[in-house]
Nanobody, 121 residues
Framework: QVQLVESGGGLVQAGGSLRLSCAASGSFFKINNMGWYRQAPGNQRELLAVITNGGNTNYADSVKGRFAISRDNAKNTVYLQMNSLKPEDTAVYYC???????????????WGQGTQVTVSS
């Protein structure tokens, strides 16, 4: 079984910062891309940032320059540093990872449980 466990959400004032973490655990042998999404009430889930196994990153325009994704491959963990937060960043944030598992050998997408981020004005 593979699990992604998130931490780091909470309530912050506009202009503040938060750092989200997401750690993968269980039986697997390689993590490919890792990413962060968010979903606000009434909205579709939005891709925010992706990081490859080699450290290449891509960002949605809505967070470019404010958010930074990083990963620690030794800890099987991905991070999202969120700066200059705005009330419109309020949402549930989810991590995602594409992970190779055995029996059967294949790469699956896994999701974290979600963590609430609320930005007050």
């Amino acid at each position: 079984q593979v699990q992604l466990v998130e931490s780091g959400g909470g309530l912050v004032q506009a202009g503040g910062s938060l750092r989200l973490s997401c750690a993968a655990s269980g039986s697997f042998f390689k993590i490919n891309n890792m990413g962060w999404y968010r979903q606000a009430p009434g909205n579709q889930r939005e891709l925010l940032a992706v990081i490859t196994n080699g450290g290449n990153t891509n960002y949605a325009d809505s967070v470019k320059g404010r958010f930074a994704i990083s990963r620690d491959n030794a800890k099987n963990t991905v991070y999202l540093q969120m700066n200059s937060l705005k009330p419109e960043d309020t949402a549930v944030y989810y991590c995602n990872a594409n992970i190779w598992v055995l029996n059967p050998l294949r790469a699956n997408d896994y999701w974290g449980q979600g963590t609430q981020v609320t930005v007050s004005s």
